[in-house]
């Protein structure tokens, strides 16, 4: 099933939302170029490490076709910096 059609069926389970349906994608369906354009820390590390002006669709274009990864690593940056998770 293509990535996106997944999502969309994700979305319409009741509970589900933006954020959980990218990481259910990303963890149990091992899809390698998901974005998870509502992860937060996501956002903020992107504007920590390309600077404060930099859109998170942009930079990721460059990591296709494993913007999934890229974004696990750099979450994990950033909770390692920051230790907001605790």
Known sequence: MPEESARRDLLAVTGIGPFAADLILIRGANAQDILPRAERRLHAEISYQYGPESLLEEVAERWRPFR??????????????????G
């Open 68 to 85: 999934s990864w890229a974004a696990v690593h750099l979450r994990a940056l950033r909770e390692q910096r920051t230790h907001e998770m």
